[in-house]
């Protein structure tokens, strides 16, 4: 069984920056893949970014396109989202998820193992 925490969210200004952080317990991290996903109030949880489970390999939603960076820390079993040049519409609350796949995966279907969320608010 695998335990994550998600941590980092909080409110912040529209242009502002934040840096999510998402801490496995129970199980290495190292062989899997690991998704931020984000729902918003009314919209479906969709895929923000993956990371590969050695880093070579990530997906980025459009919509966060040079803007969001996700990275790997194997060691301390820690996967990071750094979000920059925030706007309002990334207010949502952001989950990180893992599963049995290495390999880049968007479904939430996927998805074994998810945190509880931290919730992020952009403020215009």
């Known amino acids: 069984q695998v335990q994550l925490v998600e941590s980092g969210g909080g409110l912040v200004q529209d242009g502002g920056s934040l840096r999510l952080s998402c801490a496995a317990s129970?199980?290495?991290?190292?062989?899997?893949?690991v998704g931020w996903f984000r729902q918003a109030p009314g919209k479906e949880r969709e895929c923000v970014v993956v990371?590969?489970?050695?880093?070579?390999?990530?997906y980025y939603a459009d919509s966060v396109k040079g803007r969001f960076a996700i990275s790997r820390d194997n060691a301390k079993n820690t996967v990071y989202l750094q979000m920059n040049n925030l706007k309002s519409e990334d207010t949502a609350v952001y989950y990180c998820?893992?599963?049995?796949?290495?390999?880049?995966?968007?479904?939430?279907?996927?998805?074994?193992?998810w945190g509880q969320g931290t919730q992020v608010t952009v403020s215009s």
């Open positions: 990371i590969n489970w050695s880093g070579a390999a990530t």
């Open positions: 129970g199980r290495t991290l190292s062989n899997s893949a």
């Open positions: 998820a893992t599963g049995h796949y290495g390999s880049i995966t968007t479904s939430p279907r996927e998805y074994d193992y």
